[in-house]
């Protein structure tokens, strides 16, 4: 199992910054991880994910305003996140995946980001 444990959400003005962060414990190995999101009556969708050995993807609505990274050492994910907007705010979930197969997904509780003055 994987325990996955997101913080850094708040409450952040209009061309604001934020980094959340994703804690993951467990006694399964770990291979890619990501972030997702889901706004108010809309599904989930992709934000940005890495690999173990550092590739990252993005969703390209958010290509050049946030960046991921990750900690292999700690199993820590980071969502840098910068000239936040309001249609930014959203429930913003962890995800990371078994290294071996069947590459199992895990996710985290959630953590809220809401961008408003």
């Known amino acids: 199992q994987v325990q996955l444990v997101e913080s850094g959400g708040c409450l952040v003005q209009p061309e604001g910054s934020l980094r959340l962060s994703c804690a993951a414990s467990?006694?399964?190995?770990?291979?890619?991880m990501g972030w997702y999101r889901q706004a108010p009556g809309k599904e989930r969708e992709l934000v940005a994910t890495i690999t173990l050995g550092g590739s990252t993807n993005y969703a390209d609505s958010v290509k050049g305003r946030f960046t991921i990274a990750r900690d292999n050492a700690n199993n820590t994910v980071y969502l840098q996140m910068n000239s936040l907007k309001p249609e930014h705010t959203a429930v913003y979930y962890c995800?990371?995946?078994?290294?071996?197969?069947?590459?199992?997904?895990?996710w985290g509780q959630g953590t809220q980001v809401t961008v408003s003055s």
């Open positions: 995800n990371a995946r078994e290294l071996y197969v069947p590459y199992a997904p895990y």
């Open positions: 467990g006694s399964i190995r770990i291979g890619a």
